[in-house]
Nanobody, 124 residues
Framework: QVQLVESGGGLVQTGGSLRLSCVASGRTFRSIAMGWFRQTPGKEREFVAAISRTGAGTAYADSVKGRFTISRDNDKNTVFLQMNFLSPEDTAVYYC?????????????????WGQGTQVTVSS
């Protein structure tokens, strides 16, 4: 497994932006696909975005397409989630996940390591 630490969450107004970061350790970062998921109380953790091990492939949930961008820096073992035009519906705890598969996945079960989460709150 890999250890993951997220950061960058916070409180922002509607229409604002945040950039989340997730630093990985414990496994060759270049060999794993990464993803971002989010969860609100009483709901299942839902897919947000994913990126392949090389960064060449990305995928997004329909609800964030055109607003969020996932990227990675393999030299720094870090994956990012740039979030623009935030709305209150984006309020959640955001988790990064690591998949031992090199190809990206939108399925939660494909990820075997998770960070502790970072809270994102968007005020109206």
């Amino acid at each position: 497994q890999v250890q993951l630490v997220e950061s960058g969450g916070g409180l922002v107004q509607t229409g604002g932006s945040l950039r989340l970061s997730c630093v990985a350790s414990g496994r060759t970062f270049r060999s794993i696909a990464m993803g971002w998921f989010r969860q609100t109380p009483g709901k299942e953790r839902e897919f947000v975005a994913a990126i392949s091990r090389t960064g060449a492939g990305t995928a997004y949930a329909d609800s964030v397409k055109g607003r969020f961008t996932i990227s990675r820096d393999n030299d720094k073992n870090t994956v990012f989630l740039q979030m623009n035009f935030l709305s209150p519906e984006d309020t959640a705890v955001y988790y990064c996940g690591a998949s031992p598969r090199g190809v990206l996945s939108t399925t939660r079960g494909a990820y075997d390591s998770w960070g502790q989460g970072t809270q994102v709150t968007v005020s109206s």
